[in-house]
């Protein structure tokens, strides 16, 4: 943005709207806990590092070059997840693509395979993951994302807990669970499969060892 005023009137703007998701999280979890709190200031220590922008091209390109893709999911804000869906979008037909979630427990993936086999009708499907209770953010920000991986013939892999968004026992166990079943699942695909991601944020350091 060539123009430092209107830069600086896009900055506040985006503020603004930031500070207006913050309240409405933070009505919608409650009071945060020791850990979350924790949790938060690695996230913002991680924020002051410097960022270098790159174009859409640069982007897919190195999508294209990956096998394991970790996205970002801001889960209240609907156009995170609509980004990823253009990005899934985009990605080459031949490519097989494997879609790794925060939003779905690990626990369910009896639950999640049906649903995209069509043999669970949505509210039934929702019902039997929890999803109100287990995660709380709209279904309509990621209920596209699991209709492309249907279209798609995507994979769709659950890597919670189970338990609720911001509430979990132990942010780190979470981590180490997710990072384990992605592991798992780089070990089973191998190099033939895109693992695409999508988690809010990881605050442990995963070593993921391939033989």
Same mark, same amino acid.
């Given at each position: 943005?060539?123009?430092?005023?209107?830069?600086?009137?896009?900055?506040?703007?985006?503020?603004?709207?930031?500070?207006?998701?913050?309240?409405?999280?933070?009505?919608?979890?409650?009071?945060?806990?020791?850990?979350?709190?924790?949790?938060?200031?690695?996230?913002?220590?991680?924020?002051?590092?410097?960022?270098?922008?790159?174009?859409?091209?640069?982007?897919?390109?190195?999508?294209?070059?990956?096998?394991?893709?970790?996205?970002?999911?801001?889960?209240?804000?609907?156009?995170?997840?609509?980004? %990823?869906?253009?990005? @899934?979008?985009? *990605?080459? !037909?031949? /490519? #097989?693509?494997?879609?790794?979630?925060?939003? &779905? $427990?690990?626990?369910?993936?009896?639950?999640?395979?049906?649903?995209?086999?069509?043999?669970?009708?949505?509210?039934?499907?929702?019902?039997?993951?929890?999803?109100?209770?287990?995660?709380?953010?709209?279904?309509? %920000?990621?209920?596209? @994302?699991?209709? *492309?991986? !249907?279209? /798609? #013939?995507?994979?769709?892999?659950?890597?919670? &807990? $189970?338990?609720?968004?911001?509430?979990?026992?132990?942010?780190?166990?979470?981590?180490?669970?997710?990072?384990?079943?992605?592991?798992?699942?780089?070990?089973?695909?191998?190099?033939?499969?895109?693992?695409?991601?999508?988690?809010?944020?990881?605050?442990?350091?995963?070593?993921?060892?391939?033989?």
């Amino acid at each position: 943005m060539s123009n430092p005023r209107l830069h600086a009137q896009w900055l506040r703007t985006r503020r603004d709207f930031l500070r207006q998701i913050k309240s409405q999280v933070a009505g919608h979890l409650g009071e945060d806990s020791i850990t979350l709190r924790n949790y938060a200031s690695f996230y913002e220590r991680e924020l002051k590092h410097r960022w270098v922008e790159s174009s859409k091209a640069e982007l897919m390109k190195a999508i294209e070059r990956s096998h394991i893709v970790f996205a970002g999911d801001f889960h209240p804000f609907a156009q995170a997840q609509r980004t %990823h869906l253009r990005i @899934l979008r985009s *990605l080459p !037909r031949k /490519r #097989k693509v494997l879609l790794a979630l925060e939003a &779905l $427990g690990s626990t369910y993936q009896n639950e999640i395979d049906e649903y995209l086999k069509g043999s669970l009708v949505e509210s039934e499907f929702l019902r039997k993951i929890q999803w109100e209770a287990g995660w709380g953010f709209p279904w309509s %920000h990621y209920e596209p @994302l699991l209709a *492309l991986a !249907r279209l /798609r #013939k995507f994979d769709v892999v659950g890597l919670n &807990l $189970g338990t609720k968004a911001g509430k979990t026992e132990s942010l780190e166990k979470r981590d180490r669970h997710a990072g384990k079943i992605i592991a798992d699942l780089y070990e089973h695909h191998g190099d033939e499969t895109l693992i695409y991601v999508l988690f809010g944020a990881i605050i442990t350091t995963f070593v993921l060892t391939f033989s």
